[in-house]
């Protein structure tokens, strides 16, 4: 057997669509392939009753909790490893022994979890934050604050998933409507997300969720048409992949140094270039509405490449 583990997206950022990870994970078992999910983008992200893993059934899941959970930078990440799956089929060649369980939490009750328990263990010497910190810091500058608060950002993500669902909902419908205005692009406002979805290769695979971020195609031959080549034998020379990779670099800088906006910007197959809008607690359809002008403008005034 040559695959020796397959790793893939539950949720991509650029372009931004969620993957099918049970049907590939599935896929996957039954040609006895391990599997790793990353699932860097779907804390917070999406609603909770929509992450199964026991279902999904992987070998290995991955998460980090600073993109939608609301935690700081540091704040760990989880992995959730199939033991038993691995000591049946996979331990000749995956060696999972220096992986702590469960945090070292895993011998305490749920009333011990309440009542602190998990703080005053996790702050024992051989336990995950000492391994975490072990080597980084001198002793005295040891800072648990960032993994002590996880719990409590996670509750608040789950008290709000409703409102912050409403409120994803709403901006992706007025952006799609505002960006195909801007840049002439109406027919993206006249189909279903699901169909703007299918442009980059994929699909949601849950029909009522609504992911933070949106990728949506830019002006691209106009685009194209508004460089300014320092070299004009560029214009003839260059290949369109080639231009588009141009394009993307100075457009990023562009767009903060000129217009003081942070959008990442992806090419698609060679032929296109497109952004990705993420719905952050500070983004209101005003940003979405000041990108699309400052696009315009870039477009009328030309970038020098």
């Known amino acids: 057997r040559k695959v020796k583990l397959v790793v893939f997206d539950h949720i991509s950022s650029k372009p931004t669509v969620m993957f099918p990870a049970d049907k590939l994970c599935a896929l996957c078992r039954s040609y006895q392939i391990p599997t790793l999910v990353d699932g860097a983008q779907v804390p917070g992200a999406i609603p909770s009753s929509h992450i199964d893993i026991a279902k999904m059934n992987p070998t290995f899941y991955c998460v980090t909790f600073h993109k939608w959970a609301n935690t700081p930078r540091g704040s760990s990440g989880g992995l959730y490893v199939q033991k038993q799956d691995i000591d049946t089929h996979y331990s000749s060649f995956i060696d999972i022994s220096r992986i702590v369980i469960d945090g070292g939490w895993s011998g305490l009750t749920k009333e011990e979890m309440d009542k602190g328990g998990m703080y ?4 024992k010497p051989g336990y995950l934050t000492d391994v975490l910190t ?3 810091y001198d002793e005295s500058t040891r800072e648990y604050e960032n993994i002590i608060v996880l719990p409590h950002c996670l509750d608040i993500v789950l008290k709000q998933e409703e409102r912050v669902q409403s409120r994803v909902r ?5 952006s799609i409507q505002i960006l195909s205005e801007a840049w002439n692009m109406k027919k993206y406002a006249q189909i279903k997300e699901d169909e703007l979805i299918s442009i980059w290769g994929g699909y ?4 009522d969720v609504a992911l933070p971020m949106l990728s949506f195609p830019l002006p691209t031959l106009r685009l ?5 080549f320092q070299q004009p034998q560029d214009v003839v020379d260059l290949s369109l992949p080639k231009k ?4 993307k670099k100075h457009m990023v800088l562009k767009l903060w140094n000129d217009y003081s906006i942070e959008v990442p910007i992806f090419i698609w197959k060679g032929t296109d270039v497109g952004v990705r809008i993420s719905f ?8 979405v509405q000041r990108l699309g002008d400052a696009v315009n403008e870039i477009i009328v005034e030309g970038i020098d490449i």
């Open 244 to 247: 588009l990779k141009l394009l």
């Open 120 to 123: 005053l263990d996790a702050s």
């Open 134 to 136: 072990q080597g980084i």
């Open 280 to 287: 952050g607690r500070d983004v209101v359809i005003e940003d």
């Open 224 to 228: 194209v048409e508004a460089m300014r």
């Open 170 to 174: 709403k901006l992706r419908y007025e």
């Open 204 to 207: 949601t695979t849950i029909g």
